[in-house]
């Protein structure tokens, strides 16, 4: 599958967003992991704002840098939202009401606990209307979403959004599953090249045992490795040196997802 990269969303520790990651991930600045505060969409209503947990606040955050980064309407344009566990601290909290004499959930903390809400709040600050898709693949959730939302903007000749995001969980259930920090990144992928394309990617499927590729610097390889969203650092890196590369993004079953990413030039 053949598509132009033409916006990006980043928000990690020491990754605050993509023009300050880029230079980190070009080797222009050293990584250094931080804390990161999560705001509430200024594009929501007051009400909604309020509702909002960490994991819609990434999600959100990383999909409007994209589309401002592509020049897009976020109204007119469809997306994929891809997580490898959703919102832990809302299903914590619920199961400790189970848990407890009362056994009340809060409306709030139910429909914040589907895997679609992060959509779903997206759809009402943005006015979108256009499709979008939720989805989990546990630790492979960044390939998974990638090889849809490349082939729903190939179905549809148009641009997608393909919004990633993990948030480490609360200590009961980060005793059984670890993720490492919060990260969050969105790609606005189209078929057509625009003058403003940063990239050409090819995608495709390779069928297993493949080798991931990995990170040379130690501090983001464990990032990379730590977190399932963090599986889109390799792209992310190629692109901000600006090298033709070639990767593997593990993928379900032992198989991989090979990318190839090549820098686009543009006439002056």
Known sequence: MDLYLHGIGLCAGGLPNWAEGRDVLAGASPYRAAEIVMAASPLLPPAERRRTTDTVKLAMTVAAEAVAHAGLSAEDTMAVFTSSGGDGKTITAILEALASSEREVSPTRFHNSVHNAPAGYWSIATGCQEPSTSLCAHDFSFAAGLLEAATRALAEQRAALLVAYDVPYPPALAACRTIAAPFGTA????????????????????????????????ALEALRAGVPAANALPLLSAVARGIAQEMIIPYVAGNGVAVRVTPVTHDR
């Open 187 to 218: 790609l606005v992928i189209s078929p057509q090249r625009s003058g403003t394309a940063l990239a050409a990617l090819s995608i495709g499927l390779q069928h297993g045992p493949v080798a991931e590729t990995v990170l040379d610097d130690s």
